[in-house]
């Protein structure tokens, strides 16, 4: 419900002159409808408050990380260091507040240290990449195995219980029935929404993702709005790390395993564009729950195990191939 | 030429290059450690390494503790080995280090993958040191075909303890219900043994309806998702929760935890990690059955620097002590504080001499 109508309304803002009605467009949204028939047609407790709340719970830090990875693949970048910086502030986090392995409890204080180390190391990623212009796919892999380094290094392969109540109620303790963490990602979502349509920097991304080249020679300065989008994006992994750490109550150098792939599959599922340019957070909102879905409906619906990585891998392909504007591809590589 | 060059030098002191230069020599002084371990001087006694997966699971860090313990008990130089999940990588490595020593050196090996054994061994009986590997191997590779170098291979059979943790979650649930399983990755030998001792028990058991099994990769964030929609599918009727490991255990707890059922329904798990035990104690988990690893990573360069240094000739062994099953630990809320006590909160005291003592028997292959 909340998904539609936020979607309408940044329909209306988005500052697009042009507005082509295109099937491609709304691809996303349809197959998720879709497939959330299907699934309650098979088995009608997909459809029951309880389980909303599960996908919710299982979709906040999908979202959160797709935020952040949105961002950086509008410009035409890739970002591999989502797991790096997840993991290096959850294991931070876990060592900050009240925990199993020493007397530390900083608590809310210990989130904004998390969230400036996740800026730090989004900054490391822009500063490398611009400076000494090394492709950013080479830099943020980089960066994804010195993030999960430095968290083995600090914690020695061992895992620490977190025992801060603050920190844990994000995942149990409830307003209007959803987890507290699940708000703190729509917050996230706001944050970024305003981001991308009332500041300059999110015109800057898109400016820079639909070409460079203009970008620079209308005056757009580059690099900073390249090393911000970076820091920005580390920002939004941080509080991924946060949600993470808050969800399985511990923290671990094994805690980010995996969440690259579902991070980027949902902002590619979502319909933004690996070329950059075209895309927006509300995308990566549905391609989230696509991803979501399908796998708890997966479940639901007896799909043998064997055979659920398989769904999920005909799935992108299948949202990639409808949501995919061909008229404007010259070149496919 | 030369003005140009001294202009351009000083007018910018720092170029781009300069700095890759510098962050390249920062990389290079970095890895130096790694090659040069420790000085060989102690060249007498043998080396003992631990070639291992990586250091970021508690299961493989407490291997590792183990290594150096044993190390420290006889005064030897103890390199530990990560392959990181590259067999490239580890079997490379291994053969660094028996150029290094020449051969010296004892080599306690938990291969990333089964094949990768058989040139692990073949590279340290041409060099002349003594090998033990452990979990993986190739079923037609024996200790005995490549005497005496290959001294032992040791394992743990699933089977029996996947079978104990799901008799023990059967009795907690009064013998009767429906329980859910989480399983390993699908091709893993301990997966398939660690099921296959699930439903062993469950045939025992008609009472007990299996309502669902998934696969969650060994991985806790997998295992959470997978829980969480089975709440939704099967609500109530979960009374128990059978898991192939401990991570996925405990992830399944949370997510009992966020539906306000930890400590409800009874889970188990199986490695015996501390935050496992720690569970145990607090009540929220069944059982778990402890490999200890601290035992794997000592003894099995313990047995390897016995035969090495002529405590035994593994040649004139028996067969049961060249390839066996060692012995696993059954935690549950019975003996979790003294598990807790002898292993976790101190270190554990182990008879490095006493290398036969948990041997349960020949390895079987179907």
């Known amino acids: 419900m909340t998904i539609d109508a936020s979607l309408s309304s940044s329909q209306a803002a988005k500052p697009a002159p042009r507005r082509r009605w295109r099937i491609a467009a709304w691809a996303p949204l349809i197959v998720l409808v879709l497939l959330c028939g299907l699934i309650t047609l098979i088995n009608p407790n997909f459809l029951t408050f309880g389980n909303m709340v599960r996908i919710s719970q299982a979709a906040m830090i999908p979202l959160v990380l797709g935020l952040g990875a949105t961002f950086i693949i509008l410009m035409g970048s890739i970002d591999l260091s989502v797991e790096g910086g997840l993991t290096l502030s959850a294991v931070i986090l ?144 941080a509080v991924g790390g946060v949600l993470a750490a808050a969800q399985l109550g511990l923290g671990n150098a094994q805690i980010g395993t995996g969440r690259l792939f579902t991070t980027v599959t949902a902002v590619v599922v979502g319909g933004t564009a690996l070329s950059g340019g075209q895309g927006s957070v509300l995308q990566t909102l549905v391609g989230v729950l696509i991803v979501v879905v399908l796998s708890n409906g997966m479940v639901l619906m007896g799909v043998p195990p064997s055979v659920q990585i398989g769904v999920q891998g005909l799935m992108i392909i299948a949202a990639v191939a409808l949501s995919i504007d061909r008229k404007r591809m010259r070149i496919v590589k | 030429m030369v003005h140009k060059l001294i202009s351009g030098a000083s007018g910018r002191p720092i170029k781009r290059r300069d700095i890759l230069k510098g962050a390249g020599l920062i990389g290079v002084a970095g890895v130096f450690p790694a090659i040069l371990t420790r000085p060989a001087f102690a060249a007498d006694k043998p080396t003992v390494v631990n070639s291992i997966r990586s250091l970021s699971n508690p299961y493989h860090a407490t291997w590792n503790k183990g290594g150096a313990a044993f190390a420290k008990s006889v005064g030897a130089d103890y390199v530990t080995l990560v392959t990181e999940g590259n067999s490239e990588k580890g079997i490379a490595d291994i053969k660094a280090i ?76 009064g013998g009767k219900g429906g329980i859910v399983a989480l399983g390993g990755i699908e091709s893993n030998v301990p997966a398939i043994e660690r099921k296959k001792g699930l439903m062993d028990a469950l045939a025992a058991n008609p009472d007990v309806k299996l309502l669902d099994y998934q696969v969650a990769n060994w991985s806790a964030t997998e295992a959470l998702d997978k829980t969480n929609a089975w709440l939704t599918q099967f609500g109530d009727q979960i009374n128990g929760i059978w898991a192939a490991n401990d991570d996925m255990a405990l992830a399944a707890i949370e997510a009992l935890r966020a539906d306000g059922r930890a400590g409800k329904v009874p889970v188990t798990g199986i490695d015996g990690i501390q935050l496992a035990v720690e569970a145990i104690q607090k009540g929220e988990l ?35 002590h060249r390839e066996f099953y060692g012995k696993g630990v059954i935690i549950t809320a019975d003996n979790a504080q003294e598990y807790y006590d002898g292993n976790i909160a101190s270190e554990p005291k182990m008879d490095w001499n006493d290398i036969w003592g948990r041997v349960t028997g020949q390895i079987q292959y179907d």
């Not at chain 1, 844990?168 to 970024?192: K, N, Q, T, Y």
């Not at chain 1, 709005?225 to 580390?234: D, S, Y």
């Open chain 1, 94 to 237: 876990s060592m900050l507040v009240l925990n199993g392995a020493n007397s530390n409890a900083f608590g809310v204080f210990g989130i904004l240290i998390v969230l400036l180390v996740g800026a730090g190391v989004g900054f490391a990623n822009g500063v490398i990449h611009v400076r000494l212009k090394i492709p950013s796919f080479m830099v943020t892999l980089g960066m994804w195995f010195v993030g999960v380094g430095a968290a083995n290094a600090l914690l020695g392969g061992m895992a620490i219980r977190i025992n801060d109540p603050m920190i844990r109620s994000l995942a149990i303790e409830r307003f209007l029935g959803f987890p507290w963490g699940v708000w703190l990602a729509l917050f996230c979502l706001l944050i970024a929404l305003v981001i991308q349509n009332y500041t300059r920097l999110g015109r800057y991304i898109y400016a820079l993702g639909g070409g460079e080249d203009l970008a620079a020679l209308s005056g757009i300065p580059v690099g900073r709005v390249r090393i911000l989008t970076f820091t920005l994006a580390g920002v939004f992994y």
């Open chain 2, 98 to 173: 028996l150029a290094k020593t020449g051969g010296n050196a004892v080599i306690n090996v938990d291969p990333n993958d089964s094949p990768d054994a058989r040139p692990i061994v073949e590279a340290a009986k041409a060099a002349g040191a003594y090998v033990v590997t452990q979990w993986n191997k190739p079923a037609d590779l024996h200790p005995w075909d490549h005497d005496p170098n290959y001294v032992a291979h040791i394992s743990f059979s699933g089977v029996p303890y996947g079978k104990a943790m799901a008799e023990t979650l059967i009795k907690k649930m």
């Open chain 2, 286 to 320: 069944a059982g778990t059955v402890a490999w200890d690893p601290y035992w794997q990573g000592g003894m099995g360069l313990a047995i390897g620097y016995a035969a090495k240094t002529g405590g035994f000739d593994p040649s004139k062994e028996p067969k049961e």
